[in-house]
């Protein structure tokens, strides 16, 4: 299986990454034969991956990465870097290499201390590899302190390292940044496509595949948590009922705290998961006896580890609240799809007659209306405004049409 066998309806892409990883081959190949490597090359020391929720932008980073990696004895014969089954690509593609490092965030941002952490890291020479890459899946949560610190190591990086950004757009990342990476813009999968890949990969019933890949208009990660997730499905189905029970004030206040009081129940099974493993194994780290009590100036760095999780859940909340937005503006695409009479595929077919019955009692500019008011809605808590109040603006404007 190659590296790219993941990467979802993204022919272009791969066609540009193949290439580059074959130059990148080439090029350390002669410098460490001494050679005067080729003044052409496809490769570069930064790249910036954009696309839509769900497009792969991460799975074409690590694809990358695994590709740079590559120490299959068949390059040498001609073959491809990225074979998938040599240790590079192995321990690449699963987290696993010493000289690729993958940063994630779970929190609302990326600070300045992080990334100087990161920078320093990108300074150093390969372990083992042929390459130090450095992926920031988050690059959009950067702030601008931060999106300043990254800049210098962009600008000036060590002669084998590679930075591998991704965010949703190009306006997401600083203009100084964004100006020096090489931009490859990711589309969003066809439903045929991300189906396929759950049903290879995962071995998803093709029937429950279709369904999810159908229900998520082609979000690869929402797709397998659909398909394979009761508690995700449960609460998509809550979501899906919400425009039926706004027909008086008192349904837009109740619909509005459920929506809130759903996100919260996530945001705290995740908490119930990850806090107490994270602060039991902290505890131990600093020597506290089991059960008993935290040795002397320990508190400010338990204070740190709350303080961390106290923004994880706000995350995961509102992570939470915008998936529920997401499927409640495919809720009204199809309402506006049925009224129009276009032929688009129906998102959310297994709630027909709900669709059918919001059509006949409504008009297409009352649908568009309430489309935009889900998008003002995911904009107000961006833009940190109470969620209970966003949600509630939102289900009222959404009675009104």
């Excluded at 952490?117 to 992926?135: E, F, H, K, N, T």
């Excluded at 939470?320 to 309402?335: C, E, I, K, N």
């Excluded at 998102?347 to 059918?356: E, F, G, H, T």
């Amino acid at each position: 299986m190659a590296v790219w066998d993941d990467l979802v309806g993204q022919e272009r892409v791969q066609a540009q990454l193949a290439a580059a990883a074959r130059d990148a081959d080439v090029l350390v190949t002669a410098v460490a034969q001494g050679e005067h490597p080729p003044d052409a090359s496809k490769m570069t020391h930064a790249w910036l991956f954009t696309g839509p929720p769900g497009s792969g932008r991460s799975t074409a980073a690590r694809a990358f990465a695994a590709a740079l990696q590559c120490v299959s004895p068949d390059r040498a014969l001609g073959g491809a870097p990225g074979c998938g089954f040599c240790d590079g690509c192995h321990t690449a593609l699963v987290g696993t290499h010493a000289d690729v490092e993958v940063v994630r965030t779970d929190l609302l941002s990326i600070g300045v201390k992080e990334t100087r952490d990161l920078v320093r890291r990108a300074q150093l020479s390969p372990a083992v590899g042929r390459w130090q890459v450095i992926i920031l899946e988050d690059a959009d949560r950067l702030t601008e302190g931060a999106g300043n610190v990254l800049l210098k190591a962009v600008e000036e990086p060590a002669p084998r390292t590679v930075w591998l950004l991704c965010a949703p757009s190009l306006e997401d990342v600083l203009p100084t940044i964004r100006s020096r990476c090489r931009h490859l813009t990711l589309r969003t999968p066809p439903v045929v496509a991300v189906a396929d890949v759950l049903i290879r990969r995962d071995g998803i019933e093709p029937d429950v595949a279709a369904a999810a890949a159908r229900a998520t208009q082609g979000h690869i990660g929402r797709a397998r948590r659909l398909a394979t997730d009761e508690r995700a499905r449960a609460r998509r189905s809550t979501v899906l009922k919400l425009p039926l029970r706004v027909d008086d004030i008192g349904g837009c206040f109740k619909a509005a705290q459920e929506l809130i009081d759903a996100a919260a129940e996530d945001a705290k099974q995740v908490a119930d998961e990850v806090d107490a493993k994270e602060t039991e194994e902290l505890k131990t780290a600093l020597g506290a006896a089991q059960g008993g009590r935290m040795p002397r100036g320990t508190a400010g760095v338990m204070k740190e580890l709350e303080d961390r999780q106290k923004r994880r859940k706000t995350r995961t909340q509102r992570d939470s609240l915008d998936l529920a937005l997401s499927d409640l503006t495919g809720f009204y695409r199809d309402v506006l799809t049925l009224q129009l009479g276009s032929e688009v595929a129906i998102a959310n077919d297994d709630v027909r007659d709900s669709l059918d019955r919001l059509a006949r009692a409504s008009t297409p500019e009352r649908t568009l209306r309430r489309i935009e008011a889900v998008i003002a809605c995911r904009e107000a808590l961006e833009a940190n405004v109470a969620p209970l109040l966003a949600v509630e603006a939102m289900t009222m404007a959404l009675r009104a049409g």
